[in-house]
T-cell receptor, first 115, second 112 residues
């Protein structure tokens, strides 16, 4: 347990489904991140939230929609995904600007399979 | 277990030997570096870090070396154990509030 909890651990969804990934951090951090990790492109940054405001959106398709209701929770809403979206989705948190205190803390990820 | 990064470079070492994992970073202005370990089915976990004003830092069985002249970072693992089998990533902090930049990773396989 790293202090960052992601649910579900595994998710299989059809291309017409709508689902959400959840991340919760218990570390008192003020920044949270979504990363996509696939075989072809390890660790792609998707979204960054700092103090609950989205500060970065790395040209992610609109079928991925993040939500950060408070500094402890982060969601990734998924709809009409494609098979190439199958990957491990990782959530991370950090304390900014004091990042030089062990960098980011990652959750265990959600393994997403789109069928 | 789950596979992460199927096309990563792989380093195979005999149990008990020392391992050296290398990373070339991208930006000469980077001021802070971290090594992460990712085991199958888990997220990356912090191993050790180093600031740019240092060239070596030691932890328990691990040492990180920084060569700023050639923008090179290495992770040395002493007496490698089967539990060290994982994918290892370096990350650099370029400056300010920009997100960490992660390397592609190296898969370490320990042969018992």
């Amino acid at each position: 347990e790293t202090g960052v909890t992601q649910t579900p651990r595994h998710l299989v969804m059809g291309m017409t489904n709508k689902k959400s990934l959840k991340c919760e951090q218990h570390l008192g951090h003020n920044a949270m991140y979504w990363y996509k990790q696939s075989a072809k492109k390890p660790l792609e940054l998707m979204f960054v939230y700092s103090l609950e405001e989205r500060v970065e959106n790395n040209s992610v398709p609109s079928r991925f929609s993040p939500e950060c209701p408070n500094s402890s929770h982060l969601f990734l809403h998924l709809h009409t995904l494609q098979p190439e979206d199958s990957a491990l989705y990782l959530c991370a948190s950090s304390q900014e600007p004091d990042r030089e205190m062990n960098g980011y803390t990652f959750g265990s990820g959600t393994r997403l399979t789109v069928v | 277990g789950e596979s992460v990064g199927l096309h990563l470079p792989t380093l195979s070492v005999q149990e008990g030997d020392n391992s050296i994992i290398n990373c070339a970073y991208s930006n000469s202005a980077s001021d802070y570096f971290i090594w992460y370990k990712q085991e199958s089915g888990k997220g990356p976990q912090f191993i050790i870090d180093i600031r740019s004003n240092m060239d070596k830092r030691q932890g328990q069985r691990v040492t990180v070396l920084l060569n700023k002249t050639v923008k090179h970072l290495s992770l040395q693992i002493a007496a490698t154990q089967p539990g060290d089998s994982a994918v290892y990533f370096c990350a650099e902090n370029i400056a300010g509030n920009t997100p960490l930049v992660f390397g592609k990773g190296t898969r370490l396989s320990v042969i018992a």
